[in-house]
């Protein structure tokens, strides 16, 4: 399956819920819509979004817990990254 | 308006995915927590390339700001989901038990719902400057 197949799964996971009222369509559009543009980029994030898919078909048919602290661990990492790039502060600020 | 008309294609698409593979996707009709479970993990993948791109040498210095001030302002949204995606489950548990009434549970899936729908344009958001940077 290639990942425009396996983002077109992932859209048809989500459908149901949209479909029904239980979440706000035009919202959940937008996550639709980047999870179609990652699936297209070539990179890491495309590979990631494929794990992803494969992921949460796995947890969708085992009705098992969900792996929060994996996720956390991630945000934790990302949002750690980004800060280490932030401008130091202006000079003169201490004495 | 403009999401309900990139909604259009996107119905489209599951027109053809519905084509292209049958998984039993009942079960995740049955756990909307797998929605915001999707969401935070589709953040962490957006977040992940906004940090490949930031800590690129050749990214501009107010680029590489807005990808800072962008994660800054999303990630305390995003976070907000395992708490009530977690409590979904329990509320489910709650009320298979018998413990709690319907109103309840609605409760709690407008809850997640509303955390969902806060969600969605940061992570939007955050993905369309990585798109500009590239």
């Known amino acids: 399956m290639d990942t425009l197949s396996r983002v077109l799964a992932l859209l048809a996971a989500l459908a149901p819920l949209v479909l029904r009222g239980a979440v706000d369509a035009t919202r959940v559009a937008a996550v639709l819509d980047l999870i179609v543009a990652l699936g297209h980029h070539g990179d890491r994030a495309s590979a990631e979004l494929r794990a992803l898919h494969e992921q949460l078909q796995h947890l969708a048919e085992s009705d098992g817990p969900l792996p929060w602290d994996d996720v956390d661990l991630a945000l934790a990492d990302g949002h750690a990254r980004l800060q280490a790039l932030k401008d130091p502060p202006p000079p003169g600020g201490e004495t | ?134």
């Open chain 2, 1 to 134: 308006m403009r999401a309900a008309r990139s909604f259009a294609p996107v119905l489209a698409l599951l027109l053809l995915a519905s084509c292209a593979s049958a998984p039993t996707w009942q079960q995740v009709d049955a756990r909307p927590e797998l929605i915001a479970f999707a969401l935070a993990s589709s953040y962490a993948v957006v977040q992940g390339a906004a940090a490949d791109l930031a800590e690129d040498p050749a990214t501009p210095a107010e680029l590489r700001r807005a990808l800072i001030a962008a994660d800054e302002a999303a990630l305390p949204i995003v976070m907000r989901l395992r708490p009530l995606a977690e409590e979904m489950v329990a509320l489910r548990e709650e009320f298979a038990e018998g413990n709690i009434d319907a109103s309840r549970l609605r409760t709690g899936i407008t809850n997640l719902d509303a955390a969902i729908a806060d969600a969605a344009p940061v992570l939007q958001a955050l993905l369309d400057l990585i798109r500009g940077g590239r």
